[in-house]
């Protein structure tokens, strides 16, 4: 029989699923009943045929969203899961999974509860957004994910080091394998490849005035005549205002700001790119790499935890000492100058990739959740 399996959290589902939303949740329908609960501009639920999703209706200002979604809704999600039965609830991160596993111990004694986690939550969500307070943010946070984490069933993260200490700290079992990837729309096309590529939110743990000074000046140095195109949400105005003034002070033609792109555009824009550059101080198990990887790309990326190891270790990523911009420069070098070297980086870049994310991987890992929940 069929578990039920809800998945919470804020994550941007439309009212129209997109074409990769789609092919996900088909695959997880072939062994599971998957339902979502997410904001969204309205209160209603859709049945998509693979997947049930609940919409919330979605507070204007940012503080009343996490409020709402983290703290106000037992009595919602508790109906929700009598009312279809669910058996699983996988939340999106250690704070979201408060409401879950207080419905677990009050209420539904059987509901199986799995946290998700991208890396270090609470450093994503203080260097990404900008709060008032984030001494006391970080202080009940703390609090908060270490109560949920003891009370959960299991823990899923996209990194294996860090999942692995994580669940080692509270005891609890867990299973670690990357976010979903189109693996259909991310292919090689025979393209003509040229120029550089930066895709993600322009952030500062992102490192794109880092690349966008480092570009220039090797640039400068070697009569680099590519461009480097920066693809991604302004989410944080003032670091994109810095990085773009930077550009226009400095007369710099060959970089260009071309803004968020669907992941079809992606798809085409990796398979005519040369190379993937990075310069994050921190990521879980960066989508981008696995993205550009499936389309032969490879990429120079800054060593740390979640790109040393597999990209640097297994693919087609070469590694630089974070921030240094010398060693960027002498890896970029290296990489541009040969032919072979770029060809082998992008066979590695191919092979993890697919391994990461190819044809029902995804669904195969969710079965071995189920199987570790249910292991007596």
């Known amino acids: 029989m069929k578990k039920n399996i809800l998945l919470y959290g804020t994550t941007n589902y ?27 501009n309205v209160d209603k639920f859709i049945d998509h045929n693979y997947v049930g999703i609940q919409y919330l209706r979605k507070p204007r200002f940012l503080f009343l969203q996490y409020s709402k979604f983290y703290f106000l809704n037992l009595f919602r999600v508790k ?12 939340a999106k991160d250690p704070i979201s999974a408060l409401m879950p596993i207080l419905i677990k111990l009050f209420f539904l004694k059987n509901l199986k509860i799995v946290i998700e ?8 969500l203080l260097n990404q957004r900008s709060f008032k307070f984030n ?3 970080m202080y009940f946070s703390k609090i908060i994910s270490n109560f949920t984490y003891k009370n959960c069933d299991l823990i899923r993260g996209v990194e294996t080091n860090y999942t692995e200490s994580i669940a080692k700290k509270y005891n609890k079992s867990y299973v670690s394998f990357p976010a979903w990837v189109d693996y259909k729309n991310y292919k090689i096309r025979n393209f003509q490849r040229e120029n550089l590529v930066f895709v993600g939110n322009i952030i500062p743990r992102k490192g ?3 690349l966008i000074k480092a570009f220039n000046l090797y640039t400068k140095e070697n009569n680099f005549s590519e461009k480097f195109l920066i693809i ?16 226009k002070n ?9 803004g968020k792109k669907t992941p079809e555009e992606l798809a085409q824009i990796y398979s005519s790119t040369r190379l993937v550059l990075m310069a994050s101080n921190f990521e879980g198990l960066p989508r981008v790499l696995i993205e550009s990887g499936l389309c032969a790309t490879p990429s120079l990326a800054s060593n740390i935890q979640g790109i040393s190891d597999p990209f640097g270790k297994y693919g087609g990523t070469t590694l630089y000492e974070l921030n240094n911009m010398r060693d960027f420069q002498e890896k970029l070098a ?13 066979q590695k870049s191919l092979e993890l990739s697919l391994k990461l994310s190819g044809k029902n991987v995804f669904l195969n890992n969710w079965i071995e959740i189920v199987e570790k929940l249910y292991e007596k």
């Open 14 to 40: 439309g009212s129209k699923l997109s074409t990769s939303d789609t092919l996900k949740f088909k695959e997880l329908s072939q062994n599971f009943n998957i339902f979502v609960m997410t904001y969204n």
């Open 79 to 90: 109906n929700f899961c009598e009312k279809n039965e669910i058996d699983i609830v996988s």
């Open 117 to 124: 986690h991208h890396g270090d939550f609470l450093k994503l």
């Open 135 to 137: 001494f006391l943010i």
């Open 208 to 210: 794109v005035y880092f």
């Open 232 to 247: 991604g949400d302004d989410q944080n105005a003032k670091y994109s205002k810095k990085c773009k003034l930077y550009v």
């Open 250 to 258: 400095n007369n710099i033609k060959n970089i260009e700001f071309l």
């Open 334 to 346: 290296g990489i541009l100058a040969s032919e072979q070297i770029q060809t082998e980086l992008q």
